[in-house]
Nanobody, 117 residues
Framework: QAQVAESGGGLVQAGESLRLSCKYSGWMFRFSVMGWYRRFPGKQRELVAH???????NYADSVRGRFTISRDNATYTVYLEMNDLKPEDTAVYYCNGMTRGIPFGHWGQGTQVTVSP
């Protein structure tokens, strides 16, 4: 029933910025914590940032101070503003809802972010 669609990725040089968007549908997302995850090649997804329904946020140490997560429930969208991008940020980025830290079972296609040196 729940569904997400990520967009906004691309190829940038180190130090540049991107804003990712996640359009969601389904009542589960409205009342859930939403997170942005990323997957490096050959590895599991890791949580980058999350935001509660009341817009309380948290970030992984690797992105804190550079990335900003936000949500707009009126437009059913979660954003990830990524500033000062680094080559090590290169990954496929996904969004998903979660319950008690556990993401929902079905993932979107993600959006590729590639950062050149």
């Amino acid at each position: 029933q729940a569904q997400v669609a990520e967009s906004g990725g691309g190829l940038v040089q180190a130090g540049e910025s991107l804003r990712l968007s996640c359009k969601y549908s389904g009542w589960m997302f409205r009342f859930s914590v939403m997170g942005w995850y990323r997957r490096f090649p050959g590895k599991q997804r890791e949580l980058v940032a999350h935001i509660t329904p009341g817009s309380t946020t948290n970030y992984a140490d690797s992105v804190r101070g550079r990335f900003t997560i936000s949500r707009d429930n009126a437009t059913y969208t979660v954003y990830l503003e990524m500033n000062d991008l680094k080559p090590e940020d290169t990954a496929v980025y996904y969004c998903n809802g979660m319950t008690r830290g556990i993401p929902f079972g079905h993932w979107g296609q993600g959006t590729q972010v590639t950062v050149s040196p």
